[in-house]
């Protein structure tokens, strides 16, 4: 038996929502029952309408006690944009302004007031709220980011221990306290400062379901990788770096390919960084180059990706700063670039503190960051483990559960680092052994001598990158160790040794490489996208004219809906999750409008292109390729193409590769011997798409990674 069985109407009536996440319901049928509440709920977890919703159905006012202004004056604006009575009172207003809120507030004409704890608190102040509870009576009081109140979180602020009073000098006002960070200590913290009765304690799971979380290596490429990100999708995003100078460096460099960034750290002014905020905001500029210090009471609630260019110090605010994406419920990306220098850095900088206590600390947090990052196992496990939550799993939304990393048996080669790195006398570091085993001819090398080790040249078979991904395997799984002192000399240990007698095997998860994640029903896909792009202008221009946030008009979810399923009329429009009465009569005609004119011109379009239909190939040759492609089809053997090309045979058979990938009329037969093909396919067949080194394994030395390389572009080409 529901006890408040309209709520779910009211919720769409004011909200525009059609059901309660998680948690809501519940919260709000307790504070409409007047008890005190302690809501834990991570970012994004909706718990501003756990308090608003009672506000407007409770008599009185409900005080909104928040930290910051900017906070305030978002959520202000986002109410008024549903037609409800809300204000604020900060040191933005001249004394005017505030006489008259204040005014407005004792005649009942508010239902919302925000407002910062130290003026609540002030002399001036209470006796106002004094009349208020006289006349139009207080109906609760909502602390919200209650954890500054504890000294033990990681944002005190002394004027949230005045709250203390307020339980003392209106004790029979219900407060509702909320916060996304809280570990026991806090919880007990606010519970105690605040004097909370007998409270109702409700704790959101921290899954934030709707975020992809995955890990890339960090290199030479990751900069085009951040910029595709960036162009994927049109929404807005954050990439943090450790430094100041990184971020302008950033920053720079996307400004030069075109997208609108703008950076965000200490080193600039107030002024300057109010007004980047404020751009990002509004959708002034898509993307915010940042240090940490952005990003608390960033409310927007459309961040589609937040990328973490440099190594996060620690998981807790690794899973705070990527936990900015996504807000709003729809899906979004988290992805962390991990590198082994961003490491050393860190390392750096931990060995530089001078407390033995502090520096065991960071350490073990750092660990804790690469074993997230390195962990084969699902991304959410590790992260909400952390948090003491436990997660079975498989959650299809981090990379690690979508492209499982096959693991391999590598105990040979750990044998043969191992013994590299005894036979060099264990004084060297991780480059200089992968050196060797590839047989290097630095000059360090043969002066060493270390060319006459009979470990020397026996790596050839693996890519220094491969090697790395060994070592440092090896040290993870403690059968290695690095010396601390800034020289990363490597070490063998008893369990080395153990390989080394082959008593024990070694076994490596080998990243495969992600395969294209295409939607299905790409057109349609692409239509929403398109008429979405429409919908965000209008949405953009209205915002502009009232000079509030975009998504305070609607938020991007909403627009995806608009954009699937198209509606042709007010009432149809007004059913979509988002759209509330007071919204629906203020800007239904106008969105309708967008999405009919779309639908008039879409209808154009697929009749022009049914009149000149002509197959379109996606898959065209580069100019390189088609200039190796003319030689071929003159009649070259790939040596000949690649001394007229001037290029290496792999470059050839790169390209012929792409090109049979492609379609194009590449006779396989004449390049891999047919007994071979078949052999080659079927291993393919049972490993799937993956990198050559696996698949050469399988098959032997026999096999050239080039014959590999081309049945596998073949392989490909059927697949698709
Ligand atoms: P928090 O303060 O917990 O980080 P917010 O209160 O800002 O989260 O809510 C996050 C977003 O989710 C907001 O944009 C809000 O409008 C939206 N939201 C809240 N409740 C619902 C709901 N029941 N259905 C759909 N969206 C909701
Ligand atoms: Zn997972």
């Known amino acids: 038996m529901l006890q408040y069985p309209q709520l779910e109407q009211y919720l769409k009536y004011h909200f525009g929502y059609d059901h309660f996440r998680p948690g809501q319901r519940q919260i709000v049928e307790?504070?409409?029952?007047?008890?005190?509440?302690?809501?834990?709920?991570?970012?994004?977890?909706?718990?501003?309408?756990?308090?608003?919703?009672?506000?407007?159905?409770?008599?009185?006012?409900?005080?909104?006690?928040?930290?910051?202004?900017?906070?305030?004056?978002?959520?202000?604006?986002?109410?008024?944009?549903?037609?409800?009575?809300?204000?604020?009172?900060?040191?933005?207003?001249?004394?005017?302004?505030?006489?008259?809120?204040?005014?407005?507030?004792?005649?009942?004409?508010?239902?919302?007031?925000?407002?910062?704890?130290?003026?609540?608190?002030?002399?001036?102040?209470?006796?106002?709220?004094?009349?208020?509870?006289?006349?139009?009576?207080?109906?609760?009081?909502?602390?919200?980011?209650?954890?500054?109140?504890?000294?033990?979180?990681?944002?005190?602020?002394?004027?949230?221990?005045?709250?203390?009073?307020?339980?003392?000098?209106?004790?029979?006002?219900?407060?509702?306290?909320?916060?996304?960070?809280?570990?026991?200590?806090?919880?007990?913290?606010?519970?105690?400062?605040?004097?909370?009765?007998?409270?109702?304690?409700?704790?959101?799971?921290?899954?934030r379901q709707n975020l992809y979380y995955e890990i890339r290596p960090k290199n030479s490429r990751s900069y085009s990788e951040i910029l595709e990100i960036v162009r994927e999708n049109e929404g807005s995003g954050i990439i943090y770096c450790l430094t100041r100078k990184k971020v302008d460096e950033l920053t720079l460099k996307l400004q030069k390919d075109k997208v609108a960034a703008l950076s965000y750290h200490a080193g600039l002014t107030d002024k300057e960084r109010s007004e980047n905020q404020t751009k990002f905001i509004r959708d002034d500029v898509r993307v915010m180059v940042a240090t940490i210090a952005f990003g608390m009471g960033i409310n927007k609630p459309d961040v589609r990706f937040v990328i973490h260019a440099d190594l996060p110090r620690n998981l807790e605010s690794y899973y705070q700063e990527s936990g900015r994406a996504g807000r709003d419920g729809e899906p979004s990306r988290c992805t962390l670039f991990f590198s082994f220098g961003d490491v050393k850095t860190i390392e750096w900088s931990i060995n530089q503190k001078t407390d033995p206590q502090e520096q065991l600390i960071a350490k073990q947090q750092l660990r804790q960051v690469i074993d997230y990052a390195e962990g084969t196992d699902c991304r959410r496990t590790i992260q909400l483990g952390y948090f003491g939550e436990r997660f079975p799993g498989n959650c299809g939304n981090c990379d690690n559960c979508r492209y499982p990393k096959p693991v391999q048996d590598w105990t040979i080669e750990a044998m043969k680092f191992l013994s590299c790195v005894a036979r060099s006398k264990e004084r060297y570091g991780m480059n200089y052994i992968i050196d060797v085993l590839r047989g290097s001819k630095s000059q360090k090398i043969t002066v060493n001598k270390h060319d006459q080790l009979s470990t020397y040249g026996i790596g050839k078979d693996k890519t220094a990158d491969e090697w790395k991904m060994l070592c440092r395997s090896l040290l993870h799984q403690g059968l290695l160790e690095q010396s601390n002192d800034g020289y990363s000399v490597l070490k063998l240990n008893?369990?080395?040794?153990?390989?080394?007698?082959?008593?024990?095997?070694?076994?490596?998860?080998?990243?495969?490489?992600?395969?294209?994640?295409?939607?299905?029903?790409?057109?349609?896909?692409?239509?929403?996208?398109?008429?979405?792009?429409?919908?965000?202008?209008?949405?953009?221009?209205?915002?502009?004219?009232?000079?509030?946030?975009?998504?305070?008009?609607?938020?991007?979810?909403?627009?995806?809906?608009?954009?699937?399923?198209?509606?042709?009329?007010?009432?149809?429009?007004?059913?979509?999750?988002?759209?509330?009465?007071?919204?629906?009569?203020?800007?239904?005609?106008?969105?309708?409008?967008?999405?009919?004119?779309?639908?008039?011109?879409?209808?154009?379009?697929?009749?022009?292109?049914?009149?000149?239909?002509?197959?379109?190939?996606?898959?065209?040759?580069?100019?390189?390729?088609?200039?190796?492609?003319?030689?071929?089809?003159?009649?070259?053997?790939?040596?000949?193409?690649?001394?007229?090309?001037?290029?290496?045979?792999?470059?050839?058979?790169?390209?012929?590769?792409?090109?049979?990938?492609?379609?194009?009329?590449?006779?396989?037969?004449?390049?891999?011997?047919?007994?071979?093909?078949?052999?080659?396919?079927?291993?393919?067949?049972?490993?799937?798409?993956?990198?050559?080194?696996?698949?050469?394994?399988?098959?032997?030395?026999d096999y050239s990674f080039d014959e590999i390389r081309l049945v596998r572009a073949k392989w490909r080409k059927e697949q698709k």
């Open 494 to 701: 008893a369990l080395s040794w153990e390989v080394m007698r082959k008593q024990r095997s070694v076994s490596l998860a080998v990243p495969m490489k992600p395969k294209l994640n295409l939607e299905d029903g790409g057109v349609k896909a692409a239509e929403v996208e398109d008429l979405m792009h429409r919908l965000r202008s209008l949405r953009k221009k209205l915002a502009d004219e009232q000079a509030v946030p975009p998504y305070v008009i609607f938020h991007d979810s909403t627009l995806r809906l608009m954009a699937q399923v198209q509606p042709k009329t007010l009432e149809e429009f007004g059913e979509l999750s988002g759209v509330g009465s007071y919204k629906l009569s203020e800007y239904g005609e106008q969105f309708l409008t967008e999405i009919q004119s779309y639908r008039i011109e879409k209808a154009a379009q697929i009749f022009k292109n049914s009149q000149s239909l002509s197959s379109v190939a996606n898959d065209y040759p580069s100019d390189t390729e088609y200039s190796t492609f003319e030689l071929y089809q003159q009649g070259f053997s790939v040596q000949e193409i690649a001394d007229k090309r001037n290029v290496r045979t792999t470059t050839i058979i790169r390209h012929l590769s792409d090109l049979i990938e492609k379609n194009q009329p590449v006779d396989l037969n004449q390049l891999v011997p047919l007994d071979k093909q078949k052999k080659i396919w079927q291993v393919i067949d049972v490993l799937g798409d993956i990198s050559l080194t696996p698949i050469r394994e399988h098959l032997g030395q």
């Open 30 to 207: 307790d504070a409409l029952q007047n008890r005190d509440l302690m809501v834990i709920m991570p970012t994004g977890g909706g718990k501003s309408l756990c308090f608003q919703l009672p506000a407007l159905l409770k008599p009185g006012l409900t005080v909104v006690v928040s930290p910051l202004i900017a906070l305030m004056q978002d959520q202000v604006e986002a109410l008024r944009n549903n037609n409800i009575a809300a204000t604020f009172l900060n040191s933005s207003l001249n004394s005017h302004q505030v006489r008259s809120r204040e005014e407005a507030i004792m005649t009942g004409k508010v239902k919302l007031l925000y407002v910062a704890p130290e003026r609540l608190m002030s002399e001036r102040f209470l006796p106002v709220l004094d009349v208020v509870k006289e006349k139009v009576g207080l109906a609760n009081f909502a602390i919200d980011e209650a954890h500054c109140v504890s000294e033990w979180g990681h944002d005190f602020r002394p004027e949230y221990r005045q709250l203390m009073l307020l339980k003392k000098r209106f004790p029979q006002v219900p407060t509702i306290a909320l916060t996304a960070t809280a570990t026991d200590r806090v919880k007990a913290d606010i519970i105690d400062q605040l004097g909370l009765k007998q409270p109702s304690i409700h704790i959101a799971s921290f899954n």
